[in-house]
Structure formats: C-alpha cells, structure tokens
C-alpha cells in the first residue's frame, strides 16, 4: 500500500521572551534567548537531511502578535531552505501569532503554503498520491468557538485526509481553551490524521487514526520539563508510524540532589555538581531547579540556615567549570518535619492560600495580569498555574518566617 511520510511540529515560539529567568550571565542569556530558534534549525536540518514529503506546522510558529524581525528572519531563511529542497510546508497560525497582530512581514517562498482565517483545504500531489490538508489560522487571539463543523469530512478513496487544528480538547483546563474539541467530533470526520497544535505537553489523544499533539520544540520553563520536539510521521491506510525527534537545545527539569551525610557547605556543593553533571552526561545543557533531599537535622540547618539567593549564586559560582551549559533556576528542599514547626504567622497565611480558589488567585495577581506589556508574557490562570505559584510562596514563606523557636 502506498504511503506518504510528513514532520508534524507545532508551537515553535520563536522569539520567547523568557521571562522570569533571573540572575543569569550575559553568555547564559544569550544561550537561553536563542535556544528556539536552534531548535527549529534542527527541525530544519532534519528536513533536509531526511527529505518527507512535506512538513507540517500546527500554529504558534512565533512567541508574540508583533513577531520579532529576528524570529521571522529564522523562520524565513529555514523555509527558503526547504523550498530549494523541494519539501513543501503547510502551516497555520495560532492563538500566539494570530493574522490580527502587527508585524513587518517577510515575503515566504512559493512551497509555503498558510491556511488564512476560515477553515479550507490545501491540496498536495504526492507522487501521484493526492493528500488533503484542512485547517485554519487564528483571526485574532481568542477563538472560543469550535471550528471542527467547518471541516469537511474526508471524500473517501485513496486520497489522504489531514486535519490541522490549533486548540484545546474540550474539557482541558492545563492551558486556555481556545477553539475547543471532542475526540468524537474529530473522528466523526474519517480523516487519516490529526495534526493538532496548543498543548505543549506532548501525547496521542487516539492511535487510529493518529490524534496527535507532538508538544512545543524547546521547553520555556520548568513547567514544560522535558525533551521537546515533534514527529517524524509514516503513514498508510492501513498504520501509521511517528517518531519523536528531540531538538530542545536545553532542558528543563528537576534536578534531585541527594544530601545523606552532607554536613559541610563544600559537600553541599560537590552534591550539586556531581548531580549537574551527570544531568548533562544524561541529557546535555539544562536549566534545572534543584532540589534537596535525604537532609537530617544537620544537613537541613545548612541548607534553611542561608538565604536563598546567597545559596544560589554559590551553586552557580560552583558549577561556572563544567564543559555543558547548567542553568540553575531555584532551590528547595524536600520536606519533612519542617511543616510541624511553621511559626503561628506561616501557617495562617499558608492556610488561607489553600483555601483560595481561583477566581480568589485572580484578585491577588490582577495588577499583575493587567499590566499592558508583561501582561502578554503571562501565562492565563488556570489550575496548573495557581498550583505552581502557590508553591513557589509557600516555599519563600518558610524559608523567611517560617521556623518557629
């Protein structure tokens, strides 16, 4: 049976601000501030060197509405690439890089083929196999209305049958729900796959036919911990193959230190290097958050004893040698018997943090969200969010107030 073989990436954010990395060097930033944009010239080479039939981009392809002229300068030369290689691209535009917003604009070149505001279809001959691809780009930033009724359902016969869409599977709370679906509705249409973009969590909602979100191509932050990347995808009538290809150029973890028998600060820090470089053997460059744990009582004084920023920058200071790029991001420490001995103040206020909900979270944070440039670098609130952020204060709360005695 004849086959076709297609990339299916999504979410590139090219041009992620990065926001909230603090402390970094000028050489960390700058690896940092790039590390997207390497990993779409990964994505690139992989194209070349592997040469599918065409590449497929589920939206999101840059960071912001006003798309920065160095990302879309990337992005334009990796297309022109894939044009003298013949290779065919199909991309849509997202939530993030939706059609409204404004920004210089570079001339694509003619194997680019973008879906505009309505849903339609883009048509492929491929080796004589004919491949339809129906999708949409985002009109403007929010589209909370489903959009799969305006699919049109596959014609049957030999012809492949894909869908693009950016958005949300209905009932999702990690992230905004935008343009919002059921796995039933997608079904119901008989295409052969679905090429979906929004959650930067990679995972298969269905195997046949393939229901796929192949997640973001480099993490941005600890809450996208990982190997990123997307899908190297053979596809039949009768199976389908996807293989995961890594290019995050670094990334984001925890990183487990263990602390049994530390009692001195220069073991603290040994502990913390040995851990950061079998991290790197293991994964290359990363930017971790660490985390501390077998403390006795000894090991915990150390650590609890120290403000954290001065703990950091020694950590970091102590890691400056290593051959592969380490990014420390913050610190804690398992927890233990420390809840047992919050001080009256702590555990007031940790206990009215658990009873907030979120439209209470909303309240706290909205000079925050309203501000009319790092506003747009914020992720929406949501369950996920809140969670993240209700454990980075209660951590800052024992480690200032929080020790009785």
């Known amino acids: ?9 999504a979410d590139l954010h090219l041009g992620s601000p990065f926001t909230g990395v603090k ?28 040469q599918p039939d065409f590449v497929l981009i589920a939206g999101d392809i840059y960071d912001g509405e006003d798309r920065s002229l160095r990302a879309q300068h990337r992005f334009q030369q990796g297309m ?3 044009s003298k290689a013949g290779i065919p691209v ?18 694509l070149p003619d194997n680019v083929h973008s879906f505009g505001a309505e849903v339609s279809q883009i048509k492929l001959n491929i080796r004589g196999i004919e491949v339809a691809v129906a999708g949409f780009s985002y009109g403007e930033r929010h589209i909370k209305e489903s959009m799969v009724n305006a699919y049109p359902a596959a ?29 039933q509705q997608l079904l119901e249409k008989n295409y052969d796959y679905w090429a979906l973009g929004h959650i930067h969590l990679r995972q298969q909602l269905h195997d046949d036919p393939p229901i796929v979100y192949p997640g973001n ?3 941005r932050h600890r809450g996208e911990a990982g190997a990123k990347g997307f899908y190297d995808v053979e596809l039949s009538k009768t199976a389908a193959q996807l293989t995961f290809v890594q290019t995050s150029v670094l990334q984001f973890d925890e990183l487990i230190v263990d602390c049994s028998g530390v009692m001195h600060m220069n073991e603290l820090l040994d502990a913390c290097a040995n851990g950061a470089r079998d991290f790197a053997e293991r994964f290359g460059p990363g930017a971790v958050k660490l985390k501390f744990v077998n403390l006795d009582a000894e090991a915990r004084e150390l650590v609890l004893g120290i403000p954290e920023e001065e703990l950091l920058e020694a950590v970091r200071e102590s890691l400056e040698t290593m051959d592969a790029f380490m990014l420390v991001q913050g610190i804690s420490a398992e927890k233990e018997s420390v809840e047992a001995e919050l001080s009256p103040l702590a555990e007031e206020i940790i206990s009215m943090m658990d009873s907030w909900q979120l439209q209470d979270w909303k309240e706290v944070l909205k000079d925050l969200y309203r501000h009319p440039k790092g506003s747009r670098y914020l992720e929406p609130l949501g369950e996920s969010a809140t969670g993240d952020i209700k454990a980075a204060a209660a951590e800052k709360i024992r480690r200032g107030i929080g020790i009785g005695g």
Request: aromatic content about 10%; some cysteine.
């Open 1 to 9: 049976m004849k086959g076709i073989r297609f990339i299916h990436a």
């Open 23 to 50: 402390g970094l060097q000028k050489e960390q930033w700058q690896k940092l501030k790039d590390s997207t944009l390497e990993a779409f010239d990964r994505l690139i080479s992989y194209a070349l060197g592997q």
């Open 80 to 82: 022109e690439r894939l």
């Open 90 to 107: 199909i991309l849509c535009h997202g939530n993030h890089d939706h059609l409204s917003g404004s920004w210089t604009r570079f001339e």
């Open 155 to 183: 014609s049957g016969g030999d012809a492949f049958h894909i869908g693009m869409l950016h958005g949300s599977l209905e009932g999702e709370k990690a992230h905004a729900v935008y343009a919002p679906f059921t796995k």
């Open 217 to 219: 191509i480099q993490g």
